[in-house]
Antibody
Framework: QVQLVESGGGVVQPGRSLRLSCAASGFTFSRYGMHWVRQAPGKGLEWVADIWYDGSNKYYAESVKGRFTISRDNSKNTVYLQMNSLRAEDMAIYYC??????????????WGQGTLVTVSS | QSALTQPASVSGSPGQSITISCTGTSSDVGGYDYVSWYQHHPGKAPKLMIYDVSKRPSGVSNRFSGSKSGNTASLTISGLQAEDEGAYYCCSYAGISSLVTFGGGTKLTVL
């Protein structure tokens, strides 16, 4: 069955960097777009970034544009989120989610359990 | 503040029906038939319940239905069951500049 397992979360100081990973299994990873979605404490869901099935297109929420970078390695069935210049408002549970299609459908049909990023000095 | 407006909470008794609204603008909900709904139980992965306004993914109960009128989308759950309790989020495509926007979420309590 489809599984998405995030890792890499933790406590980081403001201004520092962190890289999240999401290992996928149970489906042909290279055929699907992948997203990162986050949920700040006590808040709702917020879409963060998207990468197409082949990595050819990447899109970001305005709140993270220029600071976060999404990438993927189809040989390792893994999607990454490089987060630089972290701010207090980036503190959240970060979920990776599969696109219902190649990356441009923006429906998230499978999600991981999430990894917590805490930004604190 | 979320771009899409949902009620903070709704409640209903087992067997009843409830409807959760999701109000946006002509730039998102009203402009595209690309609305989806997600169920989220605390500590678990969110689950896609509805996409393309009213389509159900395989495995989702037909007690869940979606609709849209103008700038407002709705999720209706009929025959409420205890397991339906949790948070529900609407989501809409919002054009090439914003791409995707979520609602603030609605907590459903089954009395």
């Amino acid at each position: 069955q489809v599984q998405l397992v995030e890792s890499g979360g933790g406590v980081v100081q403001p201004g520092r960097s962190l890289r999240l990973s999401c290992a996928a299994s149970g489906f042909t990873f290279s055929r699907y777009g992948m997203h990162w979605v986050r949920q700040a404490p006590g808040k709702g869901l917020e879409w963060v970034a998207d990468i197409w099935y082949d990595g050819s297109n990447k899109y970001y929420a305005e709140s993270v544009k220029g600071r976060f970078t999404i990438s993927r390695d189809n040989s390792k069935n893994t999607v990454y989120l490089q987060m630089n210049s972290l701010r207090a408002e980036d503190m959240a549970i970060y979920y990776c989610a599969r696109d219902l299609g190649p990356g441009n459908v923006f429906y998230f049909d499978y999600w991981g359990q999430g990894t917590l990023v805490t930004v604190s000095s | 503040q979320s771009a899409l407006t949902q009620p903070a909470s709704v409640s209903g008794s087992p067997g009843q029906s409830i409807t959760i609204s999701c109000t946006g603008t002509s730039s998102d909900v009203g402009g595209y038939d690309y609305v989806s709904w997600y169920q989220h139980h605390p500590g678990k992965a969110p689950k896609l319940m509805i996409y393309d306004v009213s389509k159900r993914p395989s495995g989702v109960s037909n007690r869940f239905s979606g609709s849209k009128s103008g700038n407002t989308a709705s999720l209706t759950i009929s025959g409420l069951q205890a397991e339906d309790e949790g948070a529900y989020y609407c989501c809409s495509y919002a054009g090439i500049s914003s791409l995707v926007t979520f609602g603030g979420g609605t907590k459903l309590t089954v009395l």
